[in-house]
């Protein structure tokens, strides 16, 4: 099984709103990822938790905040964002860091 | 620094044809993983294949193959009978393993349409 789920699948939220992504796997994965990936680009690095600490935040800005509350799950709370926040947000697995990562099935959000 | 590069934006081509993706790649890594990631308008990106790069012989699954050539950094993907549900985004990407440095970097990617 290498499957990870992300919701909700859709997101629109105003610029002054407080949301939440959330992305699990019950593959016994140890690393966590979350990526931006605006449309007909390559997905982006945002942050990389390993063994449930953060081990790479790529300088994204203070409105985005992750969160590992366990090896299972991934949180991406969201708050003050831009329009040009809006974006697909992936979330990606792998067994450890340095080995190959699973993703999910992404979050489209929009912010207006 | 690494970089990835498809110079293929757009390709298309008849259903149960082969089709052949290129990937070039710069890195002053030795030890390293080299992947082809798919990503069809539903927009999950889905591993294809993986290829290592201290194996020698080429990986293959199912349909799909790579032709890895290590001295020229090169990579290209090759796709045998292709089918209407190859048609996606497929993205090079590579991933060194360098303790603390395993992050994946992805080409800008190559759209494939198959054509019934």
């Known amino acids: 099984d290498t499957e990870v789920t992300q919701t909700p699948k859709h997101l629109v939220m105003g610029m002054t709103n407080k949301k939440s992504l959330k992305c699990e796997q019950h593959m016994g994965h140890r690393a966590m990822y979350w990526y931006k990936q605006k449309a007909k680009k390559p997905p982006e690095l945002m942050f990389v938790y390993s063994y449930e600490k953060l081990s790479i935040n790529e300088s994204v800005p203070s409105r985005f905040s992750p969160e590992c509350p366990n090896s299972s799950l991934l949180n991406l709370h969201l708050h003050a964002l831009q329009p040009e926040d809006s974006a697909l947000y992936l979330c990606a697995s792998s067994p450890d860091r340095g080995e190959t990562q699973y993703f999910g099935p992404g979050t489209r959000l929009l912010v207006l | 620094a690494q970089t990835v590069t498809q110079s293929q934006p757009e390709m298309s081509v008849q259903e149960a044809e082969t089709v052949t993706l290129s990937c070039t790649y710069d890195?002053?890594?030795?030890?390293?993983?080299l992947f082809w990631y798919k990503q069809p308008p539903s927009r999950q990106m889905i591993l294809v294949i993986r290829q290592e790069a201290y194996k020698q012989q080429n990986a293959t699954e199912n349909r799909f193959s790579v032709n890895f050539q290590k001295a020229a950094k090169s990579f290209s993907l090759k796709i045998s009978d292709s089918q209407l549900g190859d048609t996606a985004m497929y993205f090079c990407?590579?991933?060194?393993?360098?303790?603390?440095?395993?992050?994946?970097?992805f080409g800008t990617g190559t759209r494939l349409t198959i054509i019934p």
């Open positions: 990407a590579f991933m060194p393993l360098n303790f603390g440095n395993e992050k994946l970097t």
């Open positions: 890195t002053s890594e030795s030890n390293y993983y």
